[in-house]
């Protein structure tokens, strides 16, 4: 077996951790970790890596370094954008594959696909903790697993569990 946590960064302002942002990672570092990982990995932008470096010192693995998987990172988060208006506000991934099907499925399979690869590089029994982004998390959830997942609010994840080729998701506190 082999697990993941996917995160959604916590509050930022532009592309940075704002003091909240900072003070709600540091929290979810101290109480809701499951360490050792055996891979830290950002979408590349830098409040998930930021996020990622709290962590990172608070599962106390700064001898890990943080790699990016930026085929975690949507070409078209405009379209995400748009698509998400146009649901409303909260909306889940089905809302959105109404307003864009071609949007969510593709972007889905592009996303999954990445999240595959996190899942590959792990050894039998190892752990990742991933740091990106909504609806793209829940969007490599579903490529990945087939679920449709709640949107994640700031600092919210799942546990995807790999057991012999099958997917399982779980809710993170």
């Known amino acids: 077996m082999r697990y993941v946590e996917l995160r959604r960064h916590t509050d930022n302002d532009g592309d940075r951790l704002t003091p909240r942002g900072v003070a709600d990672a540091e929290m979810i570092g101290r109480d809701r970790l499951h360490p050792p990982y055996a891979a830290f990995v950002s979408t590349g ?10 962590l ?3 599962a106390g693995q700064d001898e890990i370094p943080i790699s990016e998987a930026t085929g975690l990172r949507s070409a078209v988060e405009d379209r995400w954008r748009e698509a998400a208006k146009v649901a ?3 909306a889940d991934l089905e809302a959105m594959r109404a307003v864009d099907p071609d949007l969510v499925e593709r972007e889905s399979y592009l996303l999954g696909s990445a999240l595959r690869q996190v ?23 579903l ?10 609010g700031k600092g919210e994840g799942v546990l995807v569990i790999e057991d012999g080729g099958a997917y399982r998701v779980e809710q993170l506190g």
Not at 47 to 54: D, G, N, P, S
Not at 123 to 129: D, K, N, S
């Open 45 to 54: 932008a830098v409040r998930a890596t930021e996020m990622l470096e709290i």
């Open 56 to 58: 990172r010192r608070a």
């Open 88 to 90: 409303g506000k909260g």
């Open 119 to 141: 899942v590959r590089s792990l050894p039998e029994g190892g752990r990742a903790l991933v740091v990106g982004h909504s609806p793209t998390n829940e969007a490599a959830v």
């Open 143 to 152: 490529g990945l697993a087939g679920q449709v997942v709640p949107p994640l």
